[in-house]
């Protein structure tokens, strides 16, 4: 069974830094795209960053600068560091493994999955 789980979210002040990392778990054999989705209350969940099998990353224009997405593939983690936090960053973040290819009991399937969500607060 494929499971995501994340760890690294909490509080801290504006101008700080938080890594987020999450970790995709399962017998997993490849996967495509990874990444980091936010939403606040009452919002839409919005694209933070991506990484894709290939190397391409895709930020959200509020973050470009100050965030870095990156993964082990050995792993199959994904991270997030976030550097110069904002008060406005504060949401619950989602890790996001699109196009997996995994393996339960004796059925092989390509499917996407979220993790529960971690709390990122930045205190203004």
């Known amino acids: 069974q494929v499971q995501l789980v994340e760890s690294g979210g909490g509080l801290v002040q504006a101008g700080g830094s938080l890594r987020l990392s999450c970790k995709v778990s399962g017998t997993i054999f490849s996967i495509n795209a990874m990444g980091w989705y936010r939403q606040g209350p009452g919002k839409q969940r919005e694209l933070v960053a991506s990484?894709?099998?290939?190397?391409?990353?895709n930020y959200a224009d509020t973050v470009k600068g100050r965030f870095t997405i990156s993964r082990d593939n050995a792993k199959n983690t994904v991270y997030l560091q976030m550097n110069s936090l904002k008060h406005e960053d504060t949401d619950v973040y989602y890790c996001?493994?699109?196009?997996?290819?995994?393996?339960?009991?004796?059925?092989?399937?390509?499917?996407?999955?979220w993790g529960q969500g971690t709390q990122v607060t930045v205190s203004a």
């Open positions: 990484l894709i099998s290939d190397g391409r990353t």
């Open positions: 996001y493994a699109g196009g997996v290819y995994s393996k339960e009991a004796k059925n092989y399937r390509v499917d996407d999955y």
